[in-house]
């Protein structure tokens, strides 16, 4: 059992990225979003906010969250609850690391 933890669900900015021009644009460092949805749902659910059936290879997260003072000198875990293959995960425009579900 954790001690503390951050949880990271409900509204969340979001992007479809079908170009993959993502990266290269460097959207991790605050170009705005288009669309909002409702985290832990995919954005295909109702309960999303977005429904949209149409597969898409690439989407776009953000979230802007504060860490408490006593965090910051910790080690900190993200847990991701469900990946569809890749995540890329930056924080504030820097890249920390990827998780690929297979």
Known sequence: MRKSWINLN????FEFDDYDLGESEKWFFGRD?????????????????????TPHDIVWYR???????EY????????FGAVDYEAKVWVNG????????V
């Open 94 to 101: 820097k890249y920390i690391g990827s998780l690929l579900s």
């Open 63 to 69: 979230r802007k969250f504060s860490v408490p003072e």
């Open 10 to 13: 409900g509204v969340w900015e």
């Open 33 to 53: 979003f288009s669309e909002k949805i409702v985290v832990p749902y995919p954005y295909q659910s109702r309960l999303s906010g977005i429904n949209d059936p």
């Open 72 to 79: 910051l000198s910790k080690r900190a875990l993200l847990k």
